[in-house]
């Protein structure tokens, strides 16, 4: 039998070769949210790591929904013209089977931010920055602007924009679309009694601030035909006192599912800087377990998964049907070929690298990281 994580699985009506999913990941490198040549190399390299499925990064649904200057969007022809060249580009040289989807969102009070690399903090005046727009007029930190309240209006416009943006993705034939409903943008600050202190229908209880999320998500759900899986990335946790718990999760799952998507990816955290979050190798799979378990929804787990046992292990427990990697396969962009190796399994490579295969290569041994390797862990 097959290593778990290498057996394939439907996501919703899209069918995976695997269960290894390229997390969503920001390149700060697009110029007014038109993806360009940064762009084509890291979806090509990624489309042939291995992964089943590659989800490119956090994708403005407005100009002013941007995190950085530098995120991509797809709000105008010309993003989503530059985003057509590029995944046509990554599936010409992708695996077999490989799965494209694009995680669409409003970065909210997180806008306007430099790009990590310059300091990650709210854009000072000459650097061009833009106003910012949230639940309620609290600031994500301090340094960071007051953000202005979103009235009912701007809801409208932002939902529009939600479909519109999908609308774009679904021409482009990506065969998923992401919801970003966490780490503290716009949706994850509608359902955060942190940050969403309104006193109108869109806040006070749970549900309540459920709504606006939930508002969207049926307004793209029903502009996303049903041959494309849709999901959305949520909180398993704010890691305060006093912000969102696991069980919220669950709520928020089970309302999406409800609606009709097809997934959810559990991640946590960056909606408070004061928040102690114990990372470690797998630390918010627990949260995915628990949603799979009480939500009954296709459950993908994130964050500090490393090693090819360590993810095969998730996915066997049925802690979680599918595992995202960020941070390793920017460190090792063939990890699905690897993780074949260390269990065993076999996987199409492109004939023109057939010769890496380790049976072909005795010199494989002495390249690969060795599975203690300091570094990788403390990624
Ligand atoms: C360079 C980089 C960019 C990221 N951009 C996004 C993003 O666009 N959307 C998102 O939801 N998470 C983003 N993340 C978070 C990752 O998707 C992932 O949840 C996180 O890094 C934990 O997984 P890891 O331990 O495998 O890196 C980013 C992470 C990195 C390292």
């Not at 190399?41 to 950085?68: F, Y």
């Not at 854009?123 to 301090?142: H, M, N, V």
């Not at 359902?191 to 969403?196: A, M, T, V």
């Not at 095969?312 to 427990?317: E, P, S, Y």
Request: proline share 7%; with cysteine.
């Amino acid at each position: 039998m097959t290593a778990p994580l290498f057996s394939p699985f439907e996501l919703g009506p899209v069918r995976l070769s695997n269960r290894i999913v390229v997390a969503p990941m920001c390149q700060y490198s697009a110029n007014d949210g038109c993806m360009n040549d940064w762009h084509l190399q890291h979806l090509m390299a990624m489309a042939m790591s291995g992964a089943g499925m590659v989800v490119v990064e956090a994708t403005a649904v407005e100009r002013l929904g941007r995190i950085t200057h530098g995120c991509t969007g797809l709000y105008s022809d010309d993003n989503e013209r530059a985003m057509a060249r590029v995944i046509a580009a990554a599936r010409g040289v992708a695996l077999p089977g490989v799965k494209f989807g694009v995680q669409i969102g409003h970065a909210g009070r997180k806008a306007s931010a430099q790009r990590p690399w310059e300091g990650g903090r709210a854009l000072k005046e000459g650097d061009d920055p833009w106003t910012t727009y949230a639940p309620s007029p609290l600031p994500f930190d301090e340094g960071w602007p007051i953000p202005e309240e979103l009235a009912d209006a701007d809801l409208a416009r932002i939902e529009k924009a939600f479909v519109q943006a999908a609308q774009r993705a679904v021409r482009i034939g990506f065969e998923a679309v992401e919801l970003h409903m966490a780490h503290g943008y716009l949706l994850h600050t509608f359902q955060s009694p942190l940050s969403n202190r309104r006193g109108d229908r869109w806040a006070g209880s749970a549900e309540k601030r459920m709504a606006f999320p939930l508002s969207v998500a049926r307004a793209v759900r029903a502009a996303v035909p049903g041959d494309v899986a849709l999901g959305a990335r949520i909180t398993g946790s704010d890691w305060t006192e006093d912000g969102l718990k696991p069980e919220d999760a669950v709520t928020l799952s089970r309302a999406l599912k409800e609606i009709g998507l097809d997934f959810v990816c559990v991640s946590s955290g960056g909606i408070a800087l004061k928040a102690k979050i114990p990372v470690g190798p797998g630390y918010q799979v627990p949260f995915a377990a628990k949603v799979r378990r009480e939500a009954g929804i296709a459950t993908r787990a994130v964050g500090m998964i490393l090693e090819p046992a360590q993810a095969n292990d998730i996915v066997t427990r049925g802690d979680a049907d599918l595992v995202a990697l960020a941070r390793a396969m920017l460190d090792d962009p063939r990890w699905g070929w690897h993780a074949a190796e260390a269990l065993g399994v076999e996987i199409p490579r492109p004939p023109q690298y057939a010769r890496v295969a380790p049976a072909l290569w005795p010199g494989a041994a002495l390249v690969r990281p060795r599975e203690d390797d300091e570094f990788r862990r403390s990624a």
